[in-house]
């Protein structure tokens, strides 16, 4: 990976565009790694145009192409997994109206039950009536249905003592701790850098993600239980993705660089000049358009 800017300049002055379909080798993070583009994931689904963290986001994102899809994972009141990014159900529910006597409307306050009544989909259109907040099981057995990928991210896990614990659970269950999504299509990642060791420690064989800018010299201690640095974009540069292309992580591979969230063509031909291996993106289209 070290060497993509330098194969990208040189392809650039041949006149050559390299395009690599859906499906083709930037599907695994190894492949992609030794292409002139980066690996374009789906953000929350493709949230750009779906409500995000969604089902429906998750088969658009397929429909669109896209082999590699993000989400969120928080923990209810009754110990359910669920997908959705805020601590709060407030801003993508219709939680206000069906429970208005229940600020500020916590994920942890509510039991999986009541979370499964709530409308997920109409504040991004009626169109997108009735979508529901998945179950982590309900969201992992779509993903695998459409055959897709899944950058997992532990959100808060502050707030949820022992979710590691509870996500591993339920990843073994649903038949997504096997050997063939261990090797290539699954990653967690957390902001908790405790949480990924945590991760890391009870199964060694995953890849797992740190999702922030650690200081370059405390980048080695980070590469002893993570093998993903990964960056919202406004904090990159060149230099600091060369940095931790240095380095290999847990697993003895060069650490990766994954960044968040590029949503223009602008933004995404900037971070892709600075070598980096994947970009998380809410308009993964208007980025692989910009990148291939």
Do not use: C
Not at 52 to 68: C, I, K, P, S
Not at 119 to 125: C, E, I, K
Not at 191 to 206: E, T, Y
Not at 258 to 265: F, H, K, L, P, S
């Amino acid at each position: 990976m070290h060497a993509r800017p330098v194969a990208a300049l040189a392809a650039t002055a041949l006149g050559i565009t390299v395009f690599l379909a859906p499906g083709s080798a930037s599907g695994t993070p190894e492949a992609a790694a030794q292409q002139d583009e980066p690996l374009v994931i789906a953000h929350r689904g493709a949230s750009a145009y779906a409500p995000e963290n969604t089902l429906a986001a998750v088969d658009l994102a397929d429909r669109m192409g896209f082999v590699w899809v993000e989400n969120d994972v928080q923990r209810t009141k009754d110990g359910e997994l669920v997908v959705v990014h805020d601590d709060s159900l407030a801003r993508t529910t219709d939680v206000e109206q069906v429970f208005p006597d229940r600020a500020p409307w916590k994920v942890k306050d509510f039991t999986a039950a009541e979370i499964a009544r709530l409308d997920a989909g109409s504040w991004r259109g009626t169109e997108w009536a009735g979508a529901r907040v998945p179950t982590l099981k309900q969201y992992l057995n779509r993903v695998d249905e459409n055959n897709q990928k899944l950058l997992l991210e532990i959100k808060k896990p502050e707030l949820y003592p022992g979710i590691e614990k509870d996500t591993l659970r339920v990843l073994g269950e649903e038949g997504w701790l096997d050997r063939r999504h261990v090797a290539g299509r699954l990653v967690i990642q957390s902001f908790g850098a405790d949480s990924v060791k945590a991760v890391h420690q009870q199964r060694p064989d995953l890849t797992t993600g740190f999702l922030g800018t650690p200081a370059v010299a405390d980048l080695p201690a980070y590469a002893a239980f993570t093998d993903q640095i990964n960056p919202t974009h406004t904090s990159l540069t060149a230099e600091y993705v060369a940095a931790v292309h240095t380095l290999k992580g847990a697993h003895g591979k060069p650490l990766r660089v994954n960044t968040w969230t590029v949503n223009d063509a602008a933004g995404a031909a900037r971070v892709d000049a600075f070598g980096v291996d994947g970009i998380i993106t809410n308009n993964p289209d208007v980025v692989r358009d910009a990148v291939s």
